[in-house]
């Protein structure tokens, strides 16, 4: 077995499903959210993850979220050169995101997600070739089957998309380096689909695909413990990454607030 270490971290926190991000977005705190970045930096967070996007107990406009965007970038940048990452299937978000970050501030930004499943996915792939961003790729979309039905790919039909994009990336330019890829993680504790098991044989399948070498392996750590008592946490998270580091997982999308030390 491979030898593994804990994954590199990229910060969540400024998410709207965290007190902190809502209140500097109630407030339109643009130090809150440069202190916050600022702490996660100090915390070792090698990338930021940006979403804007409403929750069920805080909505949100779309189109008050479109233009407060480019204030927040550069609070966070003015606080950092930490680079960020894009978290949103917006198309015109990610336009948005991507025409005011300041590549002279910070390294090239991730857009997070790319997925087979979003609309104008041409339109992504030209917006990734003229500002060439690094790049996540999600894994979990649900396909629709002959009857209809929604159902999760296999982790088989999931690699078969993944090495599609993967290819359409790199002729547009972009290194392995450059390129994430999300298996997508499911709750430990109401899983009916499986997805945990399909993420871990997901992440086995493209270690094992040569096209793939030296492409990074990310997921959102916090989906796998949504729900779960705060003192089992640990333990679960823990046993997830002593699984997954072996097969190539080297980045989390997670808490820098948390220990995720093996």
């Not at 336009?95 to 991730?110: E, F, G, Q, V």
């Not at 649900?142 to 296999?154: F, L």
């Not at 993967?166 to 499911?186: K, S």
Request: hydrophobic content about 40%.
């Amino acid at each position: 077995m491979p030898k593994s270490s804990s994954p590199r971290i990229i910060g969540e926190l400024l998410n709207h499903a965290f007190a902190r991000a809502r209140r500097a977005w109630t407030r339109q705190d643009l130090n809150l959210y440069g202190e916050l970045a600022s702490h996660q930096v100090d915390l070792g967070a090698q990338y930021l993850n940006l979403n804007l996007g409403g929750t069920l107990s805080f909505p949100l406009d779309r189109a008050e979220i479109l233009e407060r965007l480019p204030e927040v970038i550069a609070a966070l940048q003015k606080a950092t050169p930490t680079p960020l990452a894009f978290d949103s299937a917006d198309l015109e978000f990610q336009k948005i995101a991507l025409a005011h970050y300041d590549r002279a501030r910070s390294p090239a930004p991730i857009v997070n997600s790319l997925a087979a499943s979003r609309a104008d996915l041409d339109g992504w792939f030209e917006l990734i070739e003229h500002y060439r961003p690094k790049v996540i790729i999600m894994l979990a979309d649900r396909s629709v089957d002959a009857t209809g039905a929604n159902r999760y790919s296999t982790p088989a039909e999931a690699l078969e998309t993944c090495c599609q994009l993967v290819r359409r990336l790199r002729q547009l330019g972009l290194e392995a380096d450059d390129i994430f890829l999300d298996p997508g993680l499911g709750v430990h504790g109401h899983d009916p689909d499986g997805l945990i098991v399909r993420c871990l044989e997901l992440l086995k399948l493209i270690q094992q695909t040569p096209e793939l070498t030296g492409t990074h392996r990310s997921v959102g750590l916090s989906n796998l413990v949504a729900c779960t008592p705060v003192d089992e946490r640990p333990t679960i998270i823990r046993a997830f990454i002593a699984r997954a580091t072996p097969l190539g997982l080297d980045w989390i999308l997670a808490n820098p607030e948390q220990d995720y030390s093996l």
